[in-house]
């Protein structure tokens, strides 16, 4: 997807360098900023700090990292260490244990000599499928939203998201994001409100970047402001991502996002949740109280980042630290409030039986493929 | 009620000055800092840009205002033309033209040579008995929290609120507020969750600072959380104000509410809305689509104020100025999601018989009294 016009990868590796480099996404929407990864450690602090963030990118950010940690120790040991290190990092998303998983299988099936030369192979390979993977969900959420505007043409198709499940959530194309950029190559006008999403703001700060780039008329708005917006008829279609749905179809992802699938089925305003099969975690039923909600730092409540007066990012406290804060990171949105999950094998409702279905289908092809 | 140890007021008049003073209460909970109103304009700015707001307290101010104006011209023609500039400075509150309504009525009785000083006379009786009605809400509402306690003998009732209810959004004692301070009165532990309230911040900016000044145990949360605390079984009941409440029991409030009472119902919580019955609007049935909901700058949401590295208050901007921004103010939470409203006069289910009754009673009650 485009950047000042250019076509850009959220994550990528220098020709004959062996170095991956990430967008400083902290620094968004003020700065765009490349960063170089050298080391395991390096990666860590990137996921951690959310330099990088975004269930996809996280995988692909952790399968480089553990690329990085072979150069210094090969052994199974190692890297079953730097596997640990890694997952530890973010423990929602599933992605990231999906990635590392499937880096350690395949690393260790080399002799150790061989190991690094194959994890570089391996991230980029995880790095090309997110990548047409994303552009799969496109075209399928596509059509979603090609039925949806049907009833209403010659109007923009309005679309309501939450947080950042764009391409910078991604390698490229992003999910939720995917289908609105398929939706302006094929000339369907939509129009976006952007959930601000605290407490981090990676809607104002991600998403409307993002959009911005690529044309794509949108509005930033509070996340209190999305009931009200649906009371005025202003929504046709909530659309996000998902940072870890269970084989029931429960729906983890960032917090607030359950609050936006209540008031759409109070309207009975379409919700669909746009995701890779990878972030399925067929190990789940039910979800909600059961997948591990990451509590991040109350810092992240209490101090905002922006310009200030003098053209600087500067940070503002906007309350002291002794005030007591907690920042749960996600939420679960139960499946009975889920229209459907857009995925790039299709879209499939959100229930136990069709999702063992696409569980069946999906590990018949993979057999196949290898 | 309490801050520094001292009983404040959120509005005053200096003894034998006639110049009222009010907390300027953007620069909380940075900086406590009175400001005089000297003038009409003055109060009308107070109120616009958010020095005072909270229903009961615009109310009051702007009956200062009223008389403030009479000073300089206390004809009839000067008398409408302020309380029509006064009115137009929030759009939503009802209690607004409730006071200055009272005000007029009352003025107009009196000679022109009479009319500043009774408008002194109206506005501190305003005052004393909005302090009154909030002390009798918070009487009420005790009861009702005392009631949902039971179940939970020795440990605190967790109660989440939205925006600032409290006693800065009234002249003292608060709304939503108020039944908690009475309920810290009575001995009965409460945990107080905070949500933020963008993009103003009241609850992060006034609530906590209130609550703290109080002693009461409370928790800052974004706006997300709310749902997610209450499918972790950590909300006991949800106690709100509202901006003006229809004559069917839907309830006007700060942006936001309307997903917290969708919450609540989802996991059968309470939702409790704590009003004067000043703030019910009776000339409106249904609210949705009815009321009017005040659309205030995009510079509310891009602009954020707090505490700088320098220990100075500074503005930085989360996004640049042309990113497109909506900021609706308010929004209904039907009267179906609502269990009861908490007046000076009892607890009312939100329906438009029960109301109707409430209507006749204060009728009868304020036909007895004049």
């Known amino acids: 997807v485009n950047v000042f016009g250019r076509p850009f990868r959220s994550i990528w590796v220098e020709p004959d360098a062996r170095v991956p480099r990430i967008i400083d996404q902290t620094l968004l929407p003020h700065s765009f900023e490349a960063r170089t990864l050298t080391s395991l450690e390096d990666a860590a602090e990137a996921i951690r700090s959310m330099r990088v963030r975004g269930a996809p990118l996280i995988g692909a950010t952790a399968a480089y990292g553990l690329a990085l940690g072979l150069a210094n120790d090969p052994s199974e040991a190692g890297l079953r260490d730097a596997a640990r290190h890694l997952i530890e990092t973010r423990p929602t998303a599933v992605n990231l244990r999906w990635a590392i998983d499937r880096m350690v299988d395949g690393v260790l099936a080399c002799a150790e000599g061989d190991r690094a030369d194959r994890a570089w192979v391996e991230a980029a390979q995880i790095c090309d499928e997110d990548v047409a993977t994303n552009e799969r969900i496109g075209e399928v959420g596509l059509e979603v939203l090609r039925e949806l505007a049907a009833s209403k043409p010659n109007e923009p198709l309005q679309i309501l998201t939450h947080c950042n499940a764009g391409w910078l959530a991604t390698v490229d194309w992003g999910t939720a994001l995917a289908p609105i950029y398929k939706a302006q190559a094929a000339g369907l006008p939509v129009h976006v409100w952007v959930d601000e999403t605290r407490p981090r703001n ?116 906007l309350f002291d630290a002794v005030t007591p804060v907690a920042n749960p990171a996600f939420d679960v949105t139960p499946s009975r409030l889920v229209t459907g999950l857009v995925t790039e094998c299709g879209v499939y409702p959100a229930e136990p039986l069709a999702l063992q279905g696409l569980k069946e289908r999906v590990e018949k092809t993979t057999g196949r493929d290898r």
């Open 202 to 317: 990676q809607g104002a700060s991600l998403t409307a970047f993002e959009l911005r780039e690529q044309g794509i008329p949108h509005t930033v708005i509070v996340d209190n402001a999305g009931g009200h917006l649906m009371q005025r008829g202003d929504v046709d279609v909530v659309l996000v991502g998902s940072d870890r749905t269970t084989a029931h179809g429960d729906v983890c992802n960032k917090i607030g996002t359950y609050l936006k699938a209540l008031a759409a089925r109070d309207h009975e305003i379409p919700f669909y949740v746009a995701l890779p099969v990878s972030t399925i975690d067929w190990t789940l039923g039910a979800g909600v109280g059961v997948v591990p909600i990451e509590e991040r730092a109350a810092s992240e409540v209490r101090v905002v980042r922006g310009r200030g007066p003098s053209g600087d990012l500067v940070e503002v406290e």
